[in-house]
């Protein structure tokens, strides 16, 4: 079992920037593939972007590539989302995940393991 913390979250003004940070508890971090959700009010959970456990594969929903970078380092079990260009739409609760499976998917309930999530708000 895995246990997961995000930090970073604030306010910004659209197009700025902030990086997400999610620690994981426990040795068995690199056998898990990490995602970003994100959930606005009123809104369904999002994906957002996610990692394989060694990093070297990533994919990011639509509304976010070529803005946003999910990165991971397994010797601080941490993995990271850098926000830049922030728009307005981007607010959000933003949620750390760890699943167990094989594929890097987009699917939440693939997701084995939840963050209690972090807030991001963006100001015009």
């Known amino acids: 079992q895995v246990q997961l913390v995000e930090s970073g979250g604030g306010l910004v003004q659209a197009g700025g920037s902030l990086r997400l940070s999610c620690a994981a508890s426990g040795p068995t971090f690199s056998r898990y593939i990490m995602g970003w959700f994100r959930q606005a009010p009123g809104k369904e959970r999002e994906f957002v972007a996610a990692?394989?456990?060694?990093?070297?594969?990533?994919n990011y929903a639509d509304s976010v590539k070529g803005r946003f970078t999910i990165a991971r380092d397994n010797a601080k079990n941490t993995v990271y989302l850098q926000m830049n260009s922030l728009k307005t739409e981007d607010t959000a609760v933003y949620y750390c995940?760890?699943?167990?499976?094989?594929?890097?998917?987009?699917?939440?309930?693939?997701?084995?393991?939840w963050g209690r999530g972090t807030q991001v708000s963006v100001s015009s």
């Open positions: 990692v394989s456990r060694s990093g070297g594969n990533t």
């Open positions: 995940a760890a699943q167990s499976g094989m594929i890097v998917t987009m699917d939440h309930l693939k997701y084995d393991y």
